[in-house]
């Protein structure tokens, strides 16, 4: 195996290719001491070594750096670790580790997630944000339906009618334009028609 070629990456590391093409990412202290140089052979118990355990390790510290500044989605994290090239193989390590950990769980993330905005985000707002995060359809319908069906205080209707509040409205003098703007208004926020005709036909004044 040759060291085709050493791409600086950024201003401590650099991309190593092997035969032509693109191995892994090492930081300058550490292409010095494997003594690493372009046309120069690199041997399998060093290439080994850094394949094997220093790259590895390398992937699970920043996995675990980030979940400490906040919970990642395992999509979410795959991203982050792809944006650091490592290869799929380890990323796939790398998660399985943290799976067995629970570092990550999206199951658990979902249900958080719901928890906290049932109060502010209409319901298809809330899954369609988990659904960019990775989260599977199936797993966040039967999450939404537990969260809705333990809340017994219809959260999403009092979320509309708290919006329509905002927005002024007064079912007995909103003219038939200006609700027509309200409910597009709350079509964009994610709400169904259901609970838009309901929440308009409410006294909210009262609630």
């Known amino acids: 195996m040759t060291v085709t070629d050493i791409v600086p990456f950024d201003n401590k590391r650099s991309k190593i290719y092997i035969d032509g093409e693109f191995a892994f990412i090492l930081y300058r202290g550490e292409i010095r001491d494997y003594k690493l140089k372009t046309g ?5 118990p060093v290439f080994d070594e850094i394949t094997g355990i220093v790259i590895p390790k390398r992937a699970k510290l920043r996995a675990m750096n980030l979940l400490q500044k906040r919970d990642y989605t395992e999509h979410k994290l795959r991203e982050k670790l792809k944006e650091g090239l490592y290869s799929s193989e380890i990323i796939e390590d790398t998660i399985e580790y943290l799976k067995s950990y ?22 298809n707002r809330i899954r369609q944000d988990l659904l960019q995060k990775g989260i599977s359809g199936d797993v966040i319908d039967r999450l939404l339906a537990d969260a809705y069906e333990e809340n017994s205080n219809e959260p999403e209707l009092l979320l509309c009618v708290k919006l329509l509040k905002k927005k002024h409205y007064d079912k007995d003098n909103t003219t038939y334009e200006e609700k027509q703007k309200i409910m597009a208004f709350l079509y964009r926020k994610g709400f169904e028609n259901g609970v838009i005709t309901r929440a308009m036909s409410l006294d909210i004044d009262s609630i």
């Open 40 to 44: 120069e052979e690199i041997s399998s």
């Open 102 to 123: 629970r570092y990550i769980d999206d199951v658990r993330f979902a249900d958080e997630y719901i928890r906290y905005h049932l109060e502010l985000r209409s319901r």
